[in-house]
């Protein structure tokens, strides 16, 4: 049983635009949450995280929200810019100090149109 | 500055072949991890290490071996590869005792196809 979903495997948005990604997990250990952003032919690099003692937090254009009884976090990308066309992997660890043995999800392709 | 450097890039291997993978970190982090990505999935934890001749597994640790007897290299070795093992390997490191793991510094990646 995945641990980890993200719905939705692509997402595409106008330039300017808000980009929502989405993220759902089970497991209730799971108390620090991260998103990574990944280029073709790159590896994963960290975007921002959340831990499940608050249920915002900002960087720059990028927003994280976590809604701890619905079990859901989304990635909130205002305003959306065609560098920002990656995969983006929302991932969940039990801990601050296991974020190297988080679960992650399937990812979701982010096409920022011009 | 280099950060997490992953040997070779790509490899292709016969069933039954054996091969070793190496990635070097030169952050003096304390944490590694070595990860699979299957397309269309998340990566998944294989083995790590919280220091120097340490190493634990991961969520899917069978079929793979892993040493790390240097505070900067963590090697993954594939004693007998097989084709379920075509995948995306990435290493990872994080940061010091002091500060805490943390999220970690991935490497490039390296493709492995087995035949």
């Known amino acids: 049983d995945q641990q980890v979903k993200q719905n939705s495997p692509s997402l595409s948005v106008q330039e300017g635009r808000i980009s929502i990604l989405n993220c759902d997990y089970t497991n209730s250990m799971f108390d620090y949450f991260l998103w990574y952003k990944k280029y073709p032919a790159e590896g994963p690099t960290f975007l921002i995280s959340i831990s499940s003692i608050k249920d915002k937090n900002e960087d720059g254009r990028f927003t994280v929200f976590l809604n701890k009884s619905a079990k859901h976090l989304s990635l909130h990308i205002v305003p959306s810019q065609p560098g920002d066309s990656a995969v983006y992997f929302c991932a969940a660890a039990e801990g601050y100090t296991n974020a190297g043995k988080s679960t992650f999800g399937d990812g979701t392709t982010l096409t920022v149109k011009p | 500055n280099a950060g997490v450097t992953q040997t070779p890039k790509f490899r292709v291997l016969k069933t039954g072949q054996s091969m070793t993978l190496l990635c070097a970190q030169d952050m003096n982090h304390e944490y590694m991890y070595w990860y699979r990505q299957d397309p269309g999935m998340g990566l998944r934890l294989i083995h790590y290490s919280v220091g120097e001749g340490t190493t634990a597994k991961g969520e899917v640790p069978d079929g793979y071996n892993v040493s790390r007897l240097k505070k900067q290299n963590f090697l993954l070795g594939l004693e007998s590869a097989a084709p379920s093992q075509t995948s995306v390997y990435f290493c990872?490191?994080?940061?010091?005792?002091?500060?805490?793991?943390?999220?970690?510094?991935f490497g490039s990646g390296t493709q492995l196809s087995v035949l």
């Open positions: 990872a490191s994080s940061r010091d005792r002091v500060a805490g793991p943390g999220p970690p510094f």
